[in-house]
């Protein structure tokens, strides 16, 4: 049966709308619960939280395809729930626990999952980026037709492995989405204060690498670009940027008290330009969903989230002997 269209948005079914509200509330939710873990002291050292952001995972999940890659920076844990990846092993990895998915030693930085082609997690700014294009080359190598998100943020764009990568990539063409995610701030320095030309979609403009600059806090804008950045790298055009412009509510990490910018500020955006409470508008004037409904959905989720809490807390911390394994990588003959 045809997918029935919103109103609101003609080109896309309501089915795709409501599961884009259940994954972006999935991510809030968890990163909510893990904000509060951290505060219980179940989380240690660093922990930075998505919440704002989430459009920007869900929108590009939506426009990939089974076996297409992704990789990003320490601000991870929503694109890991986005692309599939189980909350209850997430939570585990958090609280540091044997049934997470780096069996407890890599915590909230250092995640990954071969099977859902998630390759972390990265802690150091601007790594994950070369690796990015280097997953995409072994693709392009393996004529697979697979494309690879790199993910990265407005600081790290100013760093200069960044530009190294993007003339690799261009040169060989590879299969390889650059998505900046501009949040508008690196730790406590505002966009404004670290970097020369704003427009960062542009900064491939050196290299050939064409780019467009995306409204993150609109999954469905999101979305819409994702097609654009998929369909050029799968057709072997090479690399493309997404510059997303999105927004985080929390401090950098739990531990930013976030004093460089106004209450106000965070406010307004939460009350005017929300990504959830967007589809959550359209869902209910579309009468695709009713409060109810909405309500029995959020309940849900509380669900998962809380019983990924429970399971991290019973799962057992790692034996000492998992300190002498995962040292080096398996390597198939
Ligand atoms: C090479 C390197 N330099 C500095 C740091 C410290 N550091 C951690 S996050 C960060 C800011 C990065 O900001 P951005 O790229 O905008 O990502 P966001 O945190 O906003 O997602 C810095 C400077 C680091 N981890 N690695
Ligand atoms: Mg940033």
Redesign the pocket.
């Known amino acids: 049966m045809a997918a029935k269209k919103s109103k609101a948005v003609p080109n896309v079914s309501a089915e795709d709308l409501l599961a884009y509200y259940k994954d972006m509330l999935l991510i809030r939710r968890f990163e909510e619960k893990a904000g509060q873990l951290y505060g219980m002291g179940l989380i240690g050292g660093f922990c930075?939280l998505y919440i704002g952001q989430e459009a920007v995972v869900v929108g590009l999940e939506a426009a990939a395809e089974e076996g297409d890659k992704r990789v990003t920076?320490?601000?991870d844990h929503g694109h890991m729930l986005a692309c599939g990846m189980d909350a209850n092993g997430v939570m585990a990895e958090l609280t540091g626990r044997a049934d997470g998915y780096s069996k407890g030693k890599g915590g909230s930085m250092h995640m990954f999952s071969k099977e859902k082609h998630f390759y972390g997690g990265h802690?150091?700014?601007?790594?994950q980026v070369p690796i990015g294009a280097g997953l995409a080359f072994a693709d392009k190598y393996k004529d697979n037709g697979r494309v690879t998100f790199a993910y990265?943020?407005?600081?790290?764009?100013n760093?200069g492995q960044i530009y190294e990568t993007f003339n690799m990539a261009a040169l060989w063409d590879l299969p390889c989405i650059f998505v900046i995610?501009?949040?508008q701030?690196?730790?406590g320095?505002a966009q404004g204060r670290s970097t020369s030309t704003p427009e960062l979609y542009t900064r491939g403009a050196a290299f050939g690498i064409p780019g467009e600059a995306v409204d993150g806090m609109d999954v469905l804008a999101v979305k819409d670009a994702g097609d654009r950045a998929v369909k050029h790298c799968r057709s072997g055009k090479g690399p493309y940027i997404l510059e997303i412009k999105t927004y985080?509510y929390r401090g950098?990490s739990m531990s930013d008290p976030a004093k460089y910018r106004t209450r106000e500020e965070v406010q307004k955006m939460r009350d005017e330009r929300d990504p959830i409470e967007q589809v959550r508008e359209i869902l209910l004037t579309g009468k695709h969903a009713s409060e109810d409904d909405l309500k029995a959905i959020d309940k849900d989720i509380k669900k998962v989230v809380n019983a990924s809490a429970e399971f991290a807390k019973e799962s057992p911390l790692p034996e000492l002997s998992e300190l002498w394994t995962d040292i080096y990588a398996d390597v198939e003959a």
């Not at 990265?152 to 764009?157: I, L, N, S, T, V």
């Open positions: 930075h920076s320490y601000r802690g150091i700014v601007g790594a990265f943020g407005d600081g790290a764009a760093q995610e501009n949040n701030y690196a730790m320095t985080r950098h």
